[in-house]
């Protein structure tokens, strides 16, 4: 069995850093990885890059690839690398290429029409 699934998710997401929503769509993905928490990737289009900033941080998986990041700021609130996309993943991780996932300590996630 692959260590990674990736299936569509049927409901609207809502992603919101404090009360502002950085993504809004009904296009997300959730990414099934062995082991850990499912994890819902949003297409780039569907988010407000305005709030998002570049950051040097790098991660590797070894079964995603490589990981760029972007901190975020809103309100007068920020949080440091709190954004990651894998620009060009490993075979079998192609379905999040060009998508954000979001830490969930650091964003609220809300599924349905509303956030």
Not at 71 to 76: E, L
């Amino acid at each position: 069995m692959s260590a990674i699934r990736i299936e569509p998710e049927p409901r609207n997401v809502n992603v919101l850093f404090h009360d502002t929503v950085i993504a809004s769509t009904t296009r997300a993905v959730q990414l099934h990885e062995n082991g850990r928490d499912p994890v819902v990737y949003v297409p780039r289009e569907d988010a407000e890059m305005a709030f998002l900033q570049d950051s040097d941080h790098h991660t590797t998986c070894p079964h995603k690839g490589e990981a760029r990041y972007w901190s975020v700021s809103a309100q007068g609130y920020g949080e440091e690398n709190a954004v990651w996309s894998y620009e060009n993943p490993k075979p079998g991780s192609e379905g999040i290429a060009g998508y954000l996932a979001f830490y969930p300590d650091k964003f609220s996630i809300a599924y349905g029409n509303e956030p």
